[in-house]
Nanobody
Framework: QVQLVESGGGLVQPGGSLRLSCATS????????IGWFRQAPGKEREGVSC????????YYADSVKGRFTISRDNTKNTVYLQMNSLRPEDTAIYYC???????????????????WGQGTQVTVSS
């Protein structure tokens, strides 16, 4: 069973940047959608971004478009989430998960994604 491991979270001031990493333990990334999700205290989990396929198709929630960029390094089997212009409302635990060949349900309930990591805390505060 592949275990995904997130890292890179921390405390940052509003307007700052962080880069999250999702290590995928040798997963062939061309065959999987890797999604980033987040959950803030008292709120439901929401899909943030996903990358899939050999062409590296990307998807973003409206709330992060233009500020977040998802990418991957197939040689390192790692997916990244570059987060710029961070806002207090971006504060959450960020998780990555995988889905075979697809990013379907990223923005609904995340059904079909598995191998969820432990998460990494992102706090945006002055």
């Amino acid at each position: 069973q592949v275990q995904l491991v997130e890292s890179g979270g921390g405390l940052v001031q509003p307007g700052g940047s962080l880069r999250l990493s999702c290590a995928t333990s040798g997963l062939p990334l061309d065959y999987y959608g890797i999604g980033w999700f987040r959950q803030a205290p008292g709120k439901e989990r929401e899909g943030v971004s996903c990358i899939r396929g050999s062409e590296g198709s990307t998807y973003y929630a409206d709330s992060v478009k233009g500020r977040f960029t998802i990418s991957r390094d197939n040689t390192k089997n790692t997916v990244y989430l570059q987060m710029n212009s961070l806002r207090p409302e971006d504060t959450a635990i960020y998780y990555c998960a995988k889905r075979y060949l697809s990013c379907v349900n990223l923005f609904t309930n995340g059904a079909g994604f598995d191998s969820w990591g432990q998460g990494t805390q992102v706090t945006v505060s002055s």
